[in-house]
């Protein structure tokens, strides 16, 4: 299946079907995601794997009815760091010399640049620039998950804060961005046979 095909046969499922997805299959989704582009490589976020039927109980009554987010095989929640800074930036710097074994001097000038670029931003700025990295991060799972003939559908209608409480983000640095349902659709989803809508190339694409 090459990647039209497989985006064509992507939807935002509706209703899942109790089939699980297996450990490795999970692992390879969130892996593809964690390679995902991201803003000078810093990746501002974190990826939440919730598996736990009661967690997702816990959930549900911040989900705006959405009954998938309970019923899917999993649950993945993408969420921004909520202190972003030159540890940001430090950070990045001692994964670049592990795992490039350069050290960090050769890259000084660009440390410095991307430490003045965050430093310039106000802190709301830096908030909407973090879930900004982890929205590329959902599109990347969601293209893998197509590629991979997995069921998926991302949620921003849910109760952020109540989520952030649930899951304990504040205390760990983070607070919600996105949630992605994953399994398979159900034989019941009647929106999985319906042709896609989008606008046409020419409607959307701009070539100058």
Known sequence: MNIHEALDWRYAVREFSPEKLDGQTVETLVDAARKSASSYGLQPYK????????????LLPYSYGQQKVLDCSHLIVFAAQTD???HTVDRYVTQFEKTRSVPAAEISGYVTHMKEALASKSQAEKQAWAHQQAYIALGTLLTAAASMRIDSCPMTGFDHNAYDDVLGLAELGLESSAIVALGYRSARDRSSGLPKVRFDYD????TM
């Open 47 to 58: 990826i939440l794997i919730v598996e736990s039927k009661s967690v997702r109980k816990d």
């Open 84 to 86: 972003i800074g030159d």
């Open 203 to 206: 409607d959307l694409v701009i």
